[in-house]
């Protein structure tokens, strides 16, 4: 499978770039599970996809699979297209099936790339698919990942992976958009503890 052949050619850029990660032992060996990071730079998902056992689902922006090649190769590294700005039913059931079927859906709950490397402000999405899909969320933070080659020679690139969050608290209540804030704002609080631990 494509996934599995560029899984193990990038480790050996990332590792020749002395990429480290940390925590790798924290993430679910089987089960839905929704990983959730920070987005520093266009690496991000490569970085955790080649250093986790397991496949993941990313969500990604609509406007790169409007080529057809481009389309189809994102498609077969089990990416998929979701509308930025306004809310995307169909990548919502998308992703909701990926957790139903047990499997590790990917997403950035800023929605975007930093241009600072600062946090922002989380999305509704993340604790929409956390609340509906029912899955524990693995915080991640990224730290100097916006520019990877050759900037990892100079400076520390990290990706940290933090413990499983249950929000199985909330998977009754009815949704509001103060529930949404509250769980959006602590799964990017807990990837902020990451980037300072």
Request: charge should be positive.
């Amino acid at each position: 499978m494509l996934y599995s052949f560029l899984k193990r050619i990038v480790a050996i850029l990332f590792w020749l770039g002395r990429v480290k990660v940390e925590g790798k032992e924290n993430f679910p060996p089987e089960g839905a599970v929704i990983l959730a990071g920070n987005h520093m730079g266009f690496w991000d998902p490569v970085v955790v996809a080649v250093f986790v056992d397991r496949q993941i689902h990313y969500m990604a922006k609509e406007e790169l699979f409007e080529h057809v090649l481009i389309a189809r190769f994102l498609r077969q590294l089990n990416a998929f297209p979701v509308k930025r700005g306004s809310p995307d039913r169909k990548a919502m059931k998308t992703a909701l099936q990926i957790l139903e079927e047990q499997k590790v859906l990917g997403i950035f709950p800023e929605g975007t790339r930093s241009k600072t490397g600062e946090l922002s402000k989380p999305q509704h999405g993340i604790a929409m698919l956390v609340l509906k899909g029912k899955a524990p969320v693995v915080p991640v933070a990224f730290i100097g990942t916006r520019k990877i080659f050759p900037c990892a020679w100079f400076s520390p690139v990290v990706v940290r992976i933090g413990s499983p969050v249950s929000y199985d608290e909330y998977y009754d209540a009815k949704l509001s958009t103060s529930l949404l804030e509250e769980v959006s704002r602590d799964i990017m609080d807990k990837i902020s503890v990451l980037r300072s631990s």
